[in-house]
């Protein structure tokens, strides 16, 4: 009797430590599969940018990777450019900021695109204050979110956008989001 009872519990042991095993095997396997979908690539770029402009470099991260999937030569569907995604008439804007002369193709640099997308979004939550808002703006326009902010029906308190109008810059600013939170719970 003493045998079988000690057999059984060995057995029990057995289970949990593989259970266990399997466990650990799932969480370590899940973080390499979330580090291959959320990677940090221009580390040295992200860091010194959102460093001198004041940016978390993990909403960095989660633009570039939302919005080139970290491909310096993306181009969109609208003809935005780079990492991050900028159109001309974006560079142009931030050119006049900047005192800065760069072609549109300079966007291809990683170096200067993270520069520029980094400057932008720091301008951007400067003015609106929040993440949220800040990305809308990245995705649709700063003028277009400043009308939103106007619109009771849209922004009950003049700063806050209470719901986005647009459905692909709400499904935007809901993937960074999401893609920030990843980056800072992965790599914290």
């Keep these: 009797m003493k045998q079988r009872n000690k057999q059984k519990h060995q057995n029990r042991l057995y289970v949990l430590l593989f259970v266990a095993a399997v466990a650990v ?3 370590v ?3 390499s599969v979330m580090k291959v979908l959320y990677p940090m690539k221009y580390t040295d770029y992200v860091v010194k940018y959102s460093e001198l402009y004041g940016v978390d470099a993990e909403l960095i991260y989660a633009v570039i990777n939302t919005e080139s999937s970290f491909n310096p030569e993306a181009v969109s569907d609208v003809g935005a ?3 991050m995604q900028i159109m001309p008439d974006t560079l142009d804007w931030i050119c006049t900021k900047t005192g800065e002369k760069l072609e549109f193709e300079s966007l291809k640099d990683p170096e200067i695109s993270v520069r520029c997308g980094t400057y932008l979004l720091s ?3 400067d003015e609106f204050e929040n993440d ?3 990305l809308a703006a990245y ?4 003028g277009r ?3 939103w902010l106007s619109d009771g029906d849209v922004s009950s308190d003049g700063k806050t956008l209470d719901r986005i109008p647009y459905r692909d810059t709400a499904h935007y600013v809901s993937k960074v989001m999401r893609a920030k939170n990843i980056y800072v719970n992965l790599y914290d």
């Design 139 to 142: 995705h649709a326009g700063r």
């Design 123 to 125: 301008c951007l939550l």
């Design 145 to 147: 979110v400043n009308n």
């Design 25 to 27: 095997m799932a969480a």
């Design 29 to 31: 396997t899940s973080v």
């Design 132 to 134: 949220e808002t800040a």
């Design 81 to 83: 450019l780079g990492l």
